[in-house]
């Protein structure tokens, strides 16, 4: 019985009829492919790991009690990993990142003024910049760009404009603190002169003695007030780091997109068969 396809024995011998054209085409395509490898654009890859730190080390009393400071741990948990995660994906650092690293230029980002165009490099640089946090509560930060310095230097930057982000919204809750402590000591103050005054001038005995109360009252306040002052400027001058770097991120010594060993055995495969293919093709079209 007549039939249109090929069995296992005549495909064998098609393609051993075949065995130089087969090769010849795959050779061809192999030089193919590693001439369109030595002109393609290779991309750069760095990578850096960071750990979060413990939220609870920017709390000030750590600084005047070494009970409270042997409690916290200097790494964060899931949740300090998590903040970092949302400030790091935030347009504030892309937006930082673009300025800083002239990414406008970089990518060449087109645009009616130079608003849109920030915001448009914003999209190209979500593409390069990865950010994740993995299964053991750190953060992977890794870019891959055509400069190898320029993709170490996205990495290094984000993790130190993180650090600064969270350090300044801890000075900022401090500088607060403390502006608002020094206006009630100021008040105190104002309000121990009155009571100073007042007892100078009164003769009845139980109303000095209540004066001297409310004076000596006042005084410890203003003392534990001053305390606490103290503390909050010291805690502004030793804010405690945000994040630990584990792994600093390094210039890549050689390119790792397109890699040429996968490039030329994906030209292989193909090209093989692609070739095979068409040499049955080819013989069953002239057997007809």
Excluded at 224 to 249: D, G, H, N, V, W
Excluded at 270 to 278: K, N, R, T, Y
Aim: proline content about 2%.
């Amino acid at each position: 019985m007549n039939t249109t396809s090929f069995n296992l024995e005549t495909v064998i011998l098609v393609l051993q009829k075949r065995f130089k054209q087969i090769i010849i085409f795959v050779f061809i395509s192999l030089i193919v492919a590693s001439i369109a490898f030595i002109w393609s654009t290779k991309y750069y890859r760095s990578t850096a790991l960071v750990i979060p730190a413990n939220s609870l080390l920017a709390d000030k009393s750590r600084l005047s009690n070494a009970n409270i400071q042997n409690l916290y741990a200097f790494t964060g948990n899931s949740d300090d990993a998590e903040t970092l995660l949302g400030i790091a994906k935030s347009d504030t650092i892309l937006y930082r990142l673009v300025d800083e690293l002239s990414l406008v230029d970089y990518y060449r980002s087109k645009g009616k003024n130079d608003a849109e165009k920030r915001k448009n490099t914003i999209s190209l640089l979500q593409k390069d910049l990865q950010i994740e946090k993995t299964e053991f509560n750190q953060l992977r930060i890794m870019a891959c760009t055509k400069s190898p310095e320029l993709s170490a230097n996205m990495v290094n930057s984000t993790i130190e404009t993180i650090q600064q982000i969270e350090q300044q919204m801890w000075k900022l809750v401090y500088q607060k603190s403390t502006n608002k402590i020094a206006q009630s000591v100021k008040e105190l103050e104002n309000e121990y002169e009155s009571v100073v005054d007042s007892i100078s001038k009164t003769a009845v005995p139980y109303k000095k003695e209540l004066l001297e109360t409310k004076r000596l009252a006042i005084l410890e306040q203003v003392k534990q007030f001053q305390k606490s002052e103290s503390e909050l400027r010291l805690a502004l001058e030793t804010t405690p780091p945000t994040l630990y770097t584990i792994e600093k991120a390094f210039p890549s010594a050689s390119a790792d997109k397109p890699l040429f060993l996968t490039t030329i055995a994906t030209a292989f495969f193909i090209s093989l068969v692609f070739a095979m293919i068409g040499a049955l093709v080819f013989d069953k079209n002239q057997r007809h």
